[in-house]
């Protein structure tokens, strides 16, 4: 009696873990073995295959390295990641920066410093936003962003970095539409050109149009008019047109009381 209710309890137990005789393994997925950066031919080292629980199955996975051998990434992956068709370039598609843009986009460099390029803060896969400082047509300056949430591709020659380690690089690839391209290549030649690093998920579109010198002078005199001499002005506007005028001492009497001195019988 003892064995057969030992033995009944492990059937029990085994079963409620999932590892009965009626289980079944999982579906097999191929995920990354190690880092890939992004625009890399995944070799067979970078591959292994997991069972994995039914329920759960990635959309658009693969059961065979072999499937994915030599496929381009089109975006980093990290150890343990399935690899999926939406991260892989077509299959004729060779290695490089190329396999990384998304249809329709392309890729364009801009010459940057340390404080254009926000810093070395403005890595691979971040957003920012440019602006072009120049002069108009009646020679006054002026400072306008000219391009909002524009995806960085690449600094420098790396398509990957440490966000905990920035790098100053002298040159920075961005991710445009051609029409983006044009007005890029267009604000370069026309004046200096700063990158604005923003939150990769603030998708709001921006509606500004542009600072001039004079917009700078009119917050300037603002200022100047909320100060504290300006607000007594303001609050007393005749005096501050009619400033008190120093009383002259008549030629006439004097009057004294006590140590008190009056001008015309006033004290």
Same mark, same amino acid.
């Given at each position: 009696m003892a064995l057969?209710? /030992?033995?009944? #309890?492990?059937f029990l137990v085994a079963r409620w873990v999932g590892v009965g005789g009626s289980t079944k393994a999982g579906p097999r997925v191929v995920v990354a073995a190690s880092m890939v950066d992004a625009g890399l031919p995944l070799a067979a080292n970078n591959l292994r295959v997991l069972s994995w629980p039914s329920q759960t199955a990635p959309q658009g996975g693969f059961d065979s390295p072999e499937k994915v051998i030599g496929r381009v990434t !089109?975006?980093?992956?990290?150890? /343990?990641?399935?690899i999926l068709e939406s991260r892989l370039a077509p299959i004729d598609v060779k290695g490089g920066l190329s396999a990384t843009l998304e249809n329709g986009k392309r890729a364009i460099t801009v010459r940057v410093n340390d404080v254009i390029g926000v810093a070395g803060f403005a890595l691979p896969g971040s957003y920012v936003d440019v602006l072009v400082s120049a002069h108009d047509a009646r020679n006054e300056p002026f400072s306008k962003i000219v391009l909002d949430r524009?995806? =960085?591709?690449? =600094?420098?020659?790396?398509t990957a970095a440490d966000p905990a380690k920035p790098k100053v690089v002298? #040159?920075?690839?961005?991710?445009l539409t051609p029409a983006e391209s044009e007005r890029l290549d267009l604000a370069r030649s026309v004046g200096s050109l700063s990158l604005a690093? +923003?939150?990769?998920?603030? !998708?709001?579109?921006?509606?500004? =149009? /542009?600072? +001039?010198?004079?917009?700078?002078?009119?917050? =300037?005199? +603002?200022?100047?008019?909320t100060s504290p001499d300006a607000s007594a002005s303001k609050s007393n506007?005749? #005096?501050? !047109?009619?400033?008190?005028?120093?009383r002259q001492a008549p030629s006439g009497v004097e009057e004294y009381r006590g140590i008190q001195r009056g001008i015309g019988g006033e004290l």
């Open positions: 057969l209710i /030992g033995a009944v #309890a492990v !089109r975006q980093p992956l990290v150890p /343990g990641e399935p524009v995806k =960085v591709l690449a =600094v420098a020659q790396e002298n #040159a920075v690839t961005l991710e690093l +923003r939150n990769e998920l603030d !998708r709001a579109q921006l509606t500004s =149009v /542009g600072t +001039r010198l004079e917009d700078l002078m009119h917050e =300037v005199a +603002r200022s100047a008019n506007p005749v #005096a501050a !047109r009619n400033p008190p005028a120093t």
